[in-house]
Nanobody, 123 residues
């Protein structure tokens, strides 16, 4: 069992930055691929970024070059550094864990989810 708790959301102006954190419980955090997803009002939840055990990452085209996912296995934490934020980045951001080496774009392939953290970008 893995429990995930996100933090770091908030209100920021367009062009600003935020760093989200996701703290995981359990002793086998390093055996999980980790992902970030987001859900904007009235829209379906979508893939944002993901990372393997060893730090290989992948991104949605909409955030490539602006967002960076990273993880610290010693601290059981995954991060999402978000720069050059745009109003369209406004959403609830969710952290997810997958019992596999490779991450996935499909949210149905993730085994554990956090409760989400709100990110609001004002224009």
């Amino acid at each position: 069992q893995v429990q995930l708790v996100e933090s770091g959301g908030g209100l920021v102006q367009a062009g600003g930055s935020l760093r989200l954190s996701c703290a995981a419980s359990g002793r086998t955090f390093s055996n999980y691929a980790m992902g970030w997803f987001r859900q904007a009002p009235g829209k379906e939840r979508e893939f944002v970024a993901a990372i393997t055990w060893t730090g290989d990452s992948t991104y949605a085209d909409s955030v490539k070059g602006r967002f960076t996912i990273s993880r610290d296995n010693a601290k059981n934490t995954v991060y999402l550094q978000m720069n050059s934020l745009k109003p369209e980045d406004t959403a609830v951001y969710y952290c997810a864990a997958r019992r596999a080496y490779l991450p996935d774009y499909d949210q149905a392939r993730y085994d554990y989810w956090g409760q989400g953290t709100q990110v609001t970008v004002s224009s």
